[in-house]
């Protein structure tokens, strides 16, 4: 089977040990587990991965319900009963009751697929242990239909969660695993710049030094993340907003903070002497933002 290697695309940047990381996990054949805050574009390196190689992307979204059972297949025996009753088919054949999940669907896949299982720790702790055996043999068998379904191509698995909660040992222990950290100012630039290529620079330096400041004050409900800091940098572009208003101001701040303490934080620091910036005399509405 010929290798590929990633690369990175165009819109992603993606640092060496994090490149590195992806192709040593795609030759061992292992899971990647990748852990950071939300917004360091976990979700968005298994799309990265896809594009880049040119494999399908499979995305299991993880929930608090979710069971690793569903990812392997599902007997729907609800149609199966409902068939027997009203309908005209042949329900003997168990096979047509099947429905594959989200990881046999990446085993029967005709070309190697990448399968993202987005926030592991949603689920209770026994789900990433209930799926190790798959994940390591590459096939699972259906005792309903007698049949073994088998990796046609093992998937370049990414594995995401949201840093909190501590996953199994025995999980871990088969995983490559990598650590994005929250981007530094520099890093944060150049995302913002490959959101936004036409961004004038002081606008973004602006909208950097406001952000970075917010995200400091101690005590923050809910820290904005990378894709609060895209859609504020969009709505200060659509809204016309000058550079030197950005920090004054700090407008439509309902676009980087979702809980009302935050809020009123931000803006009562913003106004006390040792705020973003020595406030002189300026008097504008700074509540006059977009506020979800
Ligand atoms: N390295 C990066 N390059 C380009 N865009 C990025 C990068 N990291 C994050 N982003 C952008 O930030 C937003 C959040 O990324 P996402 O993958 O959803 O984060 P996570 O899954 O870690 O919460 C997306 O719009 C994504 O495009
Ligand atoms: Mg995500």
Redesign the pocket.
């Known amino acids: 089977m010929e290798r590929s290697i990633y690369q990175g695309t165009a ?4 640092s060496e040990d994090l490149r590195n990381a992806v192709n040593i996990a795609m030759a061992l054949g292992r899971p990647l587990l990748i852990k ?10 298994a799309r990265s991965i896809a594009e880049g190689l040119g494999m399908p992307l499979i995305i299991w979204n993880i929930k608090s319900t979710t069971k690793a059972q569903e990812g392997l297949y599902v007997y729907d025996t609800v149609q199966r009963l409902y068939d027997s009753q009203f309908g005209d088919r042949d329900v003997s054949d168990i096979r047509q009751y099947i429905r594959l999940g989200k990881l046999g669907e990446a085993f029967v896949s005709e070309k190697q697929a990448v399968l993202l299982i ?1 926030e592991i720790d949603k689920a209770d702790l026994e789900f990433p242990n209930d799926l190790l055996w798959e994940l390591d043999i590459m096939n699972f068998y259906i005792p309903e239909t007698g049949e073994t379904i088998s990796a046609r191509h093992r998937p370049v698995v990414v594995i ?1 969660s ?1 840093a909190e909660k501590e996953l199994p040992d025995a999980f871990l222990r088969r995983c490559i695993f990598h650590y ?1 950290s929250f ?1 530094d100012e520099e890093m944060m630039a150049n ?1 913002v710049r ?2 936004h290529p036409n961004l004038e620079s002081n606008l973004l330096a602006e909208a950097l030094k406001a952000f970075y400041w917010i995200r400091s004050l101690p005590g923050l409900l809910k820290k904005p ?3 609060e800091l ?1 859609d504020w940098v969009q709505a200060l572009v659509v809204g016309g907003i000058h550079p030197d208003r950005v920090t004054a101001e700090i407008p439509f701040l309902g676009v980087l903070l979702k809980k009302n303490q935050d809020f009123d934080q931000v803006l009562r620091r913003l106004h006390s002497p040792g705020g973003l910036q020595r406030q002189t005399g300026w008097p504008g509405n700074v509540r006059s933002g977009i506020r979800n």
């Open positions: 819109d992603y940047l993606v950071g805050e939300p917004g360091t574009g976990k979700t968005m390196l987005d995401t949201n994005i981007p995302i490959v959101h993340s990378t894709s895209l």
